[in-house]
């Protein structure tokens, strides 16, 4: 039973515009999310965070949201450029389970040109 | 050197050999992980441990054995794999491991992978 869920494997935008990637998750229990970014050959790298008593973070060009009632999540990417094409993971915390992070299944994002 | 980096970068073996991953984390953190990613699937959480302690071990088949010698090196010891054991072997380092923490302290941040093939 996947707790964190990414429904879209891919996501074309045209440059300058804005990305929006979404994340849903099933359990309200969640104390902290985060989103990552991976390139093709590296290791995730971490991008931004929310606490679960949060509804909105910004840094830069990157706002995550989140909507406890309906247990979402998105990353806004403005305005989209070429090198943010990638894969991009959103993840949760339970701290009750020791701080295990559980990622979802990534959102491929293409930026064209 | 900084970050986490991993050994080595890409990995082919056989089903009979014995072959060891290496991580090493240069951000004076107290916890390190060992993930898998397989296609198409989400990160795996495989073991953690804090400060050299084993603290989770997420149903891994004995034919992965970590070892954490001290707080900036883990290894994962690989014998007798299958075919399906084939995939991204990602380490991560958090400053806090621990529950309750909270905050930045629970930030991971991964290597570039090892990408290992069992033939």
């Known amino acids: 039973d996947q707790q964190v869920k990414q429904n879209s494997p891919s996501l074309s935008v045209q440059e300058g515009r804005i990305s929006i990637l979404n994340c849903d998750y099933t359990n309200s229990m969640f104390d902290y999310f985060l989103w990552y970014k991976k390139y093709p050959a590296e290791g995730p790298t971490f991008l931004i965070s929310?606490?679960?008593?949060?509804d909105k973070n910004e840094d830069g060009r990157f706002t995550v949201f989140l909507n406890k009632s309906a247990k979402h999540l998105s990353l806004h990417i403005v305005p989209s450029q070429p090198g943010d094409s990638a894969v991009y993971f959103c993840a949760a915390i339970l701290y009750n389970q020791g701080g295990k992070l559980i990622f979802g299944q990534g959102t491929e994002l293409s930026v064209k040109p | 050197e900084t970050g986490v980096t991993q050994t080595p970068r890409h990995l082919v073996m056989g089903m009979t050999n014995k072959k060891s991953l290496k991580c090493e984390q240069h951000?004076?953190?107290?916890?390190m992980y060992w993930y898998k990613q397989s296609a198409k699937k989400p990160l795996e959480l495989m073991f953690v441990?804090?400060?050299?302690?084993?603290?989770e071990n997420n149903s891994v088949p004995s034919r992965f054995s970590p070892e954490c010698p001290n707080s900036s090196h883990l290894f994962l010891h690989l014998h007798t794999l299958q075919p399906e054991d084939s995939a991204l072997y990602l380490c991560?380092?958090?400053?806090?491991?621990?529950?309750?923490?909270?905050?930045?302290?629970?930030?991971?941040?991964f290597g570039p992978g090892t990408r290992l093939t069992v033939l």
């Open positions: 951000l004076g953190h107290n916890a």
């Open positions: 991560a380092s958090s400053q806090d491991g621990l529950a309750g923490a909270g905050g930045n302290t629970d930030t991971q941040y």
């Open positions: 441990y804090n400060f050299k302690e084993q603290t």
């Open positions: 929310i606490s679960s008593i949060k």
